[in-house]
């Protein structure tokens, strides 16, 4: 189960960031930099959460720099770059989120009516991104041009 969510989760993540804010993103394995360059330290990031409802249930976690949100941002508004406001980031992330949440799931089952969550974006430091969400959580990490991006779906349990 969690290997089609991921294939999906990748090809899906992809999608939004190249059509809609003309960013594009490759895995980022750990022990490989791809052609995008090495991943660079930010101390700040953007944390979107939705939840969503259907056969599965649980969160979907979006992290983004803030840097990198604000020039997607501008990106998808049409703006001089990185002229977007922290509320219009913020604005953006959560948008992303519900993007992916929806297109992801829809996509792993057209029959199932999803229900999602109001999204919630709030600023964290890069040392609270953690990776380790134990069995029901698959973590997918992203590089975004040279900006580090982390993807978690956290899975509730079905007991």
């Known amino acids: 189960m969690m290997d089609e969510i991921e294939k999906k989760a990748i090809s899906v993540t992809g999608q939004v960031f190249e059509t809609m804010f003309f960013t594009p993103v490759a895995v980022q394995e750990k022990e490989n930099e791809d052609f995008y360059g090495p991943i660079k330290t930010y101390s700040a990031f953007l ?19 803030v840097d990198l949100a604000k020039t997607m941002a501008s990106n998808f508004m049409g703006l001089e770059e990185e002229s977007a406001s922290d509320s219009q980031a913020i604005d953006m992330v959560n948008e992303l989120c519900n993007m992916i949440c929806g297109n992801l799931f829809s996509q792993l089952d057209k029959k199932t009516v999803w229900h999602l969550t109001v999204p919630q974006t709030r600023e964290i430091s890069g040392q609270a991104m953690g990776t380790d969400g134990g069995d029901r959580t698959l973590t997918v990490h992203f590089n975004a041009e040279g900006y580090p991006v982390q993807l978690q779906i956290q899975l509730a349990s079905t007991s």
Request: charged letters at 20%; proline letters at 5%.
């Open 47 to 65: 944390r979107g959460e939705i939840g969503f409802d259907g056969t599965r249930s649980g969160t979907l976690i979006l992290s983004v720099p």
